[in-house]
């Protein structure tokens, strides 16, 4: 898909994000572990959370759709999940995938994940190394690649992980495991990622104890039970587009309904302050158990900063979007210890840079980072730029380009069906042209 975006002179009005990927990508899996009825509101019905939907259904997990995000998980024997039929295509996500291995471990039978041609080239010897620790077998393409093969079962009752890495994907991968097999575990992370798994945990009753990065969960022989009604808030990650957006273009004004503050997923928020952003947090309340605000962004006049260490995995996904902002800085930015970025749907250190310059970013590159000096004051009428089917290079490029050119043309942007469907409605009804 081509998208073609005039130029924007400001941002005014309201918008209400789609809901939280990471979440709704969780919320589905609880929902297949929970032994009650469960309503859940406001699941994300976009690519990604789509395909951990239909690979839970290979694992015998039925859900009905009652109407648009709003599905009824039954109370029937049909929740124990077991060995899939068939092979699971995880397609573009890694959350599916990663989490989904976690869970197979702890599965008497063979798993096979499979994934398209961005996911089978991201790594995953990260998981296959402490769930292999943990007992289950796995068999992978060489240098730790997808397909995974699992064969899972019963698991060592307790398990002590020190991870290398701040992820998320890998985190949530052994607690769920330990959630359906039954053991203990303890994790410590070298700085906190997103907590989303054990929030659920902890709001399912669960015996977990988690902050600062260590998490100490021991799972009984008992069942799982969540709350009958489970609501899922706006996803921060798709708000900031339009929160950088408004920041970059002159008298913008915008408002963003009950956006999720989680703390592990508003590192960026700390760096615009920084950078001397003008936004207000409204309406702070909790939704399930997760905190939540509404946000007032206004135009600013921002300055560089430098960006490292640990709020990195708290703002992984916004880093692309925060180079896009930094063009607009007063000074240079300096983007740090961030060599995850090369490892996600695409590598988003270089193929930002690459397509960023074509609009006149003054930008270096290095293995874990880049530092943004300014931008040239070209002003081409139009510019063509690839977004790699990677939907937050999509996101973050139509925010440079409709800022900055007058015609803006981005192949490959129907990525955004992967966390974001009506990206480019919303920015289409927000923008002034
Ligand atoms: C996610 C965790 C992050 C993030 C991804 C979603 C999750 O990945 O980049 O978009 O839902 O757990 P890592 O945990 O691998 O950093």
């Given at each position: 898909m081509i998208i073609n975006l005039p130029k924007a002179k400001s941002l005014k009005g309201i918008l209400s994000p789609p809901a939280d990927k990471s979440i709704s990508h969780r919320a589905l899996i609880f929902a297949a572990l929970a032994k009650n009825e469960i309503i859940i509101n406001n699941i994300l019905e976009a690519e990604d959370c789509l395909t951990t939907l239909e690979a839970l259904n290979k694992f015998g997990f039925k859900i009905g759709r009652l109407s648009t995000g709003r599905y009824l998980a039954k109370?029937?024997?049909?929740?124990?999940?077991?060995?899939?039929?068939n092979i699971i295509d995880c397609k573009n996500s890694g959350t599916t995938m990663r989490l989904l291995a976690g869970l197979a471990s702890s599965i008497a039978g063979l798993t096979i994940l499979t994934g398209d041609d961005s996911l089978r080239n991201r790594p995953m010897q990260r998981i296959i190394d402490p769930l292999t620790k943990m007992g289950a077998e796995i068999f992978s393409r060489s240098?730790?690649?997808?397909p995974l093969a699992i064969r899972g079962g019963e698991l060592q009752k307790n398990f002590y992980f020190s991870p290398q890495i701040a992820s998320a994907q890998l985190k949530s991968a052994i607690l769920l495991a330990v959630a359906n097999g039954g053991m203990a575990v303890e994790i410590n992370e070298p700085a906190v990622s997103r907590d989303h798994t054990e929030r659920l945990l902890a709001l399912a009753g669960e015996n977990i104890k988690y902050g600062l990065g260590k998490i100490i969960y021991q799972k009984d022989q008992s069942d799982l039970y969540l709350p009958d009604l489970l609501e899922i808030p706006g996803d921060f990650s798709s708000a900031a587009y339009f929160i950088g957006l408004a920041l970059i273009l002159s008298k913008s004004e915008i408002i963003i309904k009950e956006?999720?503050?989680n703390p592990t997923r508003t590192g960026l928020l700390e760096i615009l302050d920084n950078m001397n952003a003008k936004i207000e947090i409204l309406n702070r309340h909790q939704l399930g158990n997760e905190p939540v605000a509404d946000l007032k962004i206004n135009y600013s006049q921002l300055k560089g900063t430098v960006i490292s260490g640990s709020v990195i995995p708290r703002m992984i996904d916004e880093l692309p979007l925060l180079a896009v902002i930094a063009g607009f800085a007063e000074g240079k930015t300096i983007i740090k210890d961030a060599a995850e970025l090369k490892v996600k749907e695409t590598d988003r250190i270089e193929m930002l840079a690459l397509e960023l310059r074509k609009l006149g970013y003054q930008i270096s590159t290095n293995w874990d980072g880049m530092t943004i000096y300014g931008r040239e004051n070209i002003k081409p009428n139009e510019v063509r730029l690839d977004c790699y089917q990677d939907h937050r290079l999509a996101m973050a490029l139509a925010v440079a380009g409709t800022a900055l050119t007058k015609k803006i043309i981005l192949k490959n942007?129907?990525?955004?069906?992967?966390?974001?469907?009506d990206f480019f409605r919303d920015l289409r009804n927000l923008a002034i042209f």
């Amino acid at each position: 898909m081509i998208i073609n975006l005039p130029k924007a002179k400001s941002l005014k009005g309201i918008l209400s994000p789609p809901a939280d990927k990471s979440i709704s990508h969780r919320a589905l899996i609880f929902a297949a572990l929970a032994k009650n009825e469960i309503i859940i509101n406001n699941i994300l019905e976009a690519e990604d959370c789509l395909t951990t939907l239909e690979a839970l259904n290979k694992f015998g997990f039925k859900i009905g759709r009652l109407s648009t995000g709003r599905y009824l998980a039954k109370k029937l024997d049909n929740k124990i999940i077991s060995e899939p039929q068939n092979i699971i295509d995880c397609k573009n996500s890694g959350t599916t995938m990663r989490l989904l291995a976690g869970l197979a471990s702890s599965i008497a039978g063979l798993t096979i994940l499979t994934g398209d041609d961005s996911l089978r080239n991201r790594p995953m010897q990260r998981i296959i190394d402490p769930l292999t620790k943990m007992g289950a077998e796995i068999f992978s393409r060489s240098d730790g690649l997808a397909p995974l093969a699992i064969r899972g079962g019963e698991l060592q009752k307790n398990f002590y992980f020190s991870p290398q890495i701040a992820s998320a994907q890998l985190k949530s991968a052994i607690l769920l495991a330990v959630a359906n097999g039954g053991m203990a575990v303890e994790i410590n992370e070298p700085a906190v990622s997103r907590d989303h798994t054990e929030r659920l945990l902890a709001l399912a009753g669960e015996n977990i104890k988690y902050g600062l990065g260590k998490i100490i969960y021991q799972k009984d022989q008992s069942d799982l039970y969540l709350p009958d009604l489970l609501e899922i808030p706006g996803d921060f990650s798709s708000a900031a587009y339009f929160i950088g957006l408004a920041l970059i273009l002159s008298k913008s004004e915008i408002i963003i309904k009950e956006v999720g503050i989680n703390p592990t997923r508003t590192g960026l928020l700390e760096i615009l302050d920084n950078m001397n952003a003008k936004i207000e947090i409204l309406n702070r309340h909790q939704l399930g158990n997760e905190p939540v605000a509404d946000l007032k962004i206004n135009y600013s006049q921002l300055k560089g900063t430098v960006i490292s260490g640990s709020v990195i995995p708290r703002m992984i996904d916004e880093l692309p979007l925060l180079a896009v902002i930094a063009g607009f800085a007063e000074g240079k930015t300096i983007i740090k210890d961030a060599a995850e970025l090369k490892v996600k749907e695409t590598d988003r250190i270089e193929m930002l840079a690459l397509e960023l310059r074509k609009l006149g970013y003054q930008i270096s590159t290095n293995w874990d980072g880049m530092t943004i000096y300014g931008r040239e004051n070209i002003k081409p009428n139009e510019v063509r730029l690839d977004c790699y089917q990677d939907h937050r290079l999509a996101m973050a490029l139509a925010v440079a380009g409709t800022a900055l050119t007058k015609k803006i043309i981005l192949k490959n942007a129907d990525s955004v069906n992967i966390s974001y469907p009506d990206f480019f409605r919303d920015l289409r009804n927000l923008a002034i042209f």
